[in-house]
């Protein structure tokens, strides 16, 4: 079956750190294009970085220096390093699947998100 | 940015009413364009993709149109279970945006 499965969520302080990871099966998250969307509580959704098949790597404007993407290829695991988190990256982080493999597209596959609450 | 714009930002239907949905781009974004449904507590799930193309295993009573700046997503015939907020996303460029969501609600 192919599924992702987010862990790593939580509660930390403002200026704190937390790592999120996406556990894929029934693809090889190396092959596709992964992202991560967030969604604060009773708000849209919206896109938070992207790594390619290739390994490049984009992120939006709103936490651009702070957070980093990347995959364990052997872990068939994407993950979300969040450094120096503000109260208004409260939100619940989802990673998905690009639905193409060697070119962009829409997000066929999503995990079931993990909250993560910046707050003292 | 791409802006993204919806509306109606919410709407009451009648089971078996026609519902449409306008999505308005900023800029040309020829059809890369994508809709998504989210039920309460739950991820978003791909509907239609590139404007018109229906995901697998979605019923056919959901459809999209559209391209350049204007689109439309349209469910044929409302039922119970598609209650649920609808988002548009273009993929044209990064940062991909979303529109803001349209709620569905049950009259």
């Known amino acids: 079956e192919v599924q992702l499965v987010e862990s790593g969520g939580g509660l930390v302080q403002p200026g704190g750190s937390l790592r999120l990871s996406c556990a894929a099966s029934g693809f090889t998250v190396s092959s596709n294009y992964m992202s991560w969307v967030r969604q604060a509580p009773g708000k849209g959704l919206e896109w938070v970085s992207v790594i390619y098949s290739g390994g490049s790597t984009y992120y939006a404007d709103s936490v651009k220096g702070r957070f980093t993407i990347s995959r364990d290829n052997s872990k068939n695991t994407l993950y979300l390093q969040m450094n120096s988190l503000r109260a208004e990256d409260t939100a619940v982080y989802y990673c998905?699947?690009?639905?193409?493999?060697?070119?962009?597209?829409?997000?066929?596959?999503w995990g079931q998100g993990t909250m993560v609450t910046v707050s003292s | 940015d791409i802006q993204m714009t919806q509306s109606p930002s919410s709407l009451s239907a009648s089971v078996g009413d026609r519902v449409t949905i306008t999505c308005q781009a900023s800029?040309?974004?020829?059809?890369?364009l994508n809709w998504y449904q989210q039920k309460p507590g739950k991820a978003p799930k791909l509907l239609i993709y590139?404007?018109?193309n229906l995901e697998t295993g979605v019923p056919s009573r959901f459809s999209g149109s559209g391209s350049g700046t204007d689109f439309t997503f349209t469910i044929s015939s409302l039922q119970p279970e598609d209650i649920a907020t609808y988002y548009c996303?273009?993929?044209?460029?990064?940062?991909?945006?979303f529109g803001q969501g349209t709620k569905v609600e049950i009259k």
């Open positions: 590139d404007a018109s």
């Open positions: 998905a699947r690009g639905k193409y493999s060697s070119s962009p597209g829409a997000f066929d596959i």
């Open positions: 800029q040309d974004i020829s059809n890369y």
């Open positions: 996303q273009q993929y044209d460029n990064l940062p991909r945006t």
